[in-house]
């Protein structure tokens, strides 16, 4: 076990990717995650790859798409509005199954919005994150610690399913420092890449990374393709951890920052005599259905906790299915909510069950 | 101390961050979990910095710290900001060289000390941050003094190395105060 040091969670992230085999990161300077870029300006050099500080967001994610087409593991990372400026980039390397890794530290929107820590993005990240009929995986780590396990279990899953994967974090997590042990650099080689454009030295047929489809019997076919593949993720791919929801009347639901404020508030509520969980997705897309699913038949209601106006309550109620009732509490704006505020709405629920 | 909810605040350049840094690593070397977490953003940039430090027995929550019961202010606008929020029975080290002001609670503690003052004379120039987590430690134990010492050696970046000594002088003279 190496020894654990004091990380920044946007420089953990930096060092996380380094070490998973990333060294191609294009970037772009925003608030509150510039740290990442700044510590990658520092250590890419050092190990042999390419730090590049673009012209613009627009332009780094198509250099990630471009150095992903090439067949190496490439990256960016932004903020809320630098990456509604990536979702075209994005879109199209989903509509080339191309593989790479985008981090969202997120920030309060909408527009320039607030600088201070927010989830109103998840909605982005698992409906929208450029047009099209696609998916891309979604990550929401809720330590230090688990940002740095999730880079390299992003990269592997992106390169293993051909198609973008995003950490979805925050600026609390960004900017937190907590203690990690980083991976051993595991010298793992990376997978063959076929389909890349390498160059062919004579010795195959070209390959083309491409996204337009102007028959439309072909785009579609190709669209068909790739959801037979989202569905076999939705099957395997989801991750939760479930605390103390064996016997509990109310489960909250939570990820990132405001799962760590829920822990507390289930923690406190228990003290107090009131039987609460917690599901706390690690996958956002393949949503966790079935860490809901285990929960129902015991569960009398559930409550979405969320730095928002409510948008994962979205995919929980879609899970519940109209089963049992299904609460919201959030901040919004770059305000965190407090253990004590969830626990009063544990308190409200639990006593009108 | 079972649990540590420490609020360091006061304006930017007086180590905030780093005073906050050397407690949290304190709290790791006693194989306690513990999270660290600044202020970012316009509120730093020539204006207040703080940031929160847990150090528990068990994962933290929220590492955002909302009511502290231990509390170190290096201004009077800190003071009026978070003396208020600590929990009844906590601890506030305030550096009194730069705040003229006492804490009107009953239910807290409050330890008054001209860490600034007290850093100039001897020496220490900018290291009032350091007397002030000395005498939070004598008072709270809120580590054990080995890794107090440890954590400051781990903090002084190596290109730094002539600023240990003073740092370790500066923890000493908080600790040592009478008062």
Known sequence: MPEKVLMKGNEA?????????????????????????????????????????????????????GAAAAGVRAMTSSSSPGISLKTEGISYMAGSDL?????????????????????ADYWQATRATGHGDFQILVFAPSTVQEMVNLVSDAFDLADQYRMPAMILADGMLGQMMEPVALPENSGKTLPEKPWSASGHHGERKHNVVNSLYLTPQALESLIRDRFHRYEVIREKEQRAEEY??????????????????????????????????LI??????????????????????????E???????????????????????????????TPNEVLEEIRKIAGGM | MDHLHLILAGFGGQGILFAGKVAAYAGLFDQKEISWLPSY??????????????????????????????????????????AGAMVPGGVAVVD??????????????????????MAEEHGLR?????????????ETSFCTEESLWKAIEKCVPARKAEMLGLNKEALRLGMEYQG
């Open chain 2, 96 to 117: 009194s060289a730069l705040i003229d002001k006492k804490i009107d609670r009953a239910d807290v503690t409050a330890y008054y000390l001209p860490a600034t003052s």
């Open chain 1, 280 to 305: 706390r997705p690690i996958t956002l897309w393949p949503y966790p259905v079935d860490a809901i699913e285990r929960a129902i038949p015991t569960v009398k209601a559930f409550l979405s906790v």
């Open chain 1, 307 to 337: 730095m928002s106006m409510g948008q994962m309550v979205d995919d929980v109620k879609l899970a519940v299915n109209g089963r049992r009732p299904v609460y919201f509490y959030g901040r919004t704006g770059g305000m965190i909510p």
């Open chain 1, 244 to 277: 103390l929801t064996e016997d509990a009347d109310v489960v909250l639901v939570a990820y990132g920052a405001s799962s760590r404020v829920a822990r507390s508030a289930v923690e406190a509520a228990r003290e107090n005599g009131i039987k609460a969980g």
């Open chain 1, 13 to 65: 992230l930096a060092e996380a990717a380094i070490q998973a085999g990333c060294r191609h990161f294009f970037g772009y300077p925003i608030t509150p995650q510039t740290e990442l870029a700044a510590y990658m300006s520092k250590r890419m050099p050092k190990v042999g790859g390419t730090y590049l500080q673009a012209e613009s967001e627009v332009a780094a994610v198509n250099m990630v798409l």
């Open chain 2, 41 to 82: 953003g316009p509120e730093m940039r020539g204006g207040t910095a703080n940031c929160s430090v847990c150090i528990s027995n068990r994962p933290i929550g929220s590492p955002l710290v909302v009511n502290p019961n231990a509390l170190i202010v290096m201004n009077r606008p800190s003071l009026d900001k978070f």
């Open chain 1, 99 to 119: 593989p790479a890794l985008i981090i969202n530290v997120q920030r309060g929107g909408p527009g320039l919005g607030g600088i201070q820590p927010s989830q």
């Open chain 2, 126 to 138: 900018g290291l009032a941050n350091m007397i002030l987590i000395g005498k939070l430690f004598r």
